[in-house]
């Protein structure tokens, strides 16, 4: 929540700076890729304990702990492509404010 709310604060600071609204938006949905991913990290980091810890629900031949622990890599695979999507799109984000700052748009 707290994100969000620096998030948004964060639109509205580059808004009133002359930077235009599309750009603001553009940062906004790249704090909102962040925590995305921030959450499926955290959700990867949850069922990798879980299965090296034998906690939660287990299911005799379906879910053993070798089971349990790929599908916590596969989650964390994904968790990471998710954080790389977030940095590419900050990253755009400022090469766009640059572009039109050495074009001489507002």
Same mark, same amino acid.
Do not use: W, Y
């Given at each position: 929540?707290?994100? =969000?709310?620096? #998030? #948004?604060?964060?639109?509205?600071? =580059? ?8 750009? #603001? ?14 959450? %499926?990290?955290?959700?990867? !980091?949850? =069922? !990798?304990?879980?299965?090296?810890? *034998? ?12 089971? !349990? ?5 596969? @989650?964390?695979? %994904?968790?990471?492509? @998710?954080?790389?999507?977030?940095? #590419?799109?900050? =990253? ?7 572009? %039109? !700052?050495?074009? *001489?748009?507002?």
């Amino acid at each position: 929540m707290k994100k =969000l709310i620096i #998030a #948004a604060s964060a639109c509205f600071l =580059l808004t009133t700076a002359q930077i235009s609204v599309a750009q #603001a938006v553009q940062e906004g949905k790249a704090a909102k890729k962040e925590m995305k991913a921030e959450k %499926k990290v955290a959700k990867a !980091r949850e =069922l !990798r304990t879980n299965a090296a810890t *034998g906690k939660g629900v287990e299911i005799a031949g379906v879910s053993d702990p070798k089971t !349990r622990m790929a599908k916590a890599d596969k @989650k964390m695979e %994904k968790a990471e492509k @998710k954080v790389l999507k977030s940095d #590419a799109k900050e =990253l755009k984000a400022a090469a766009k404010v640059k572009t %039109k !700052r050495a074009a *001489g748009v507002n």
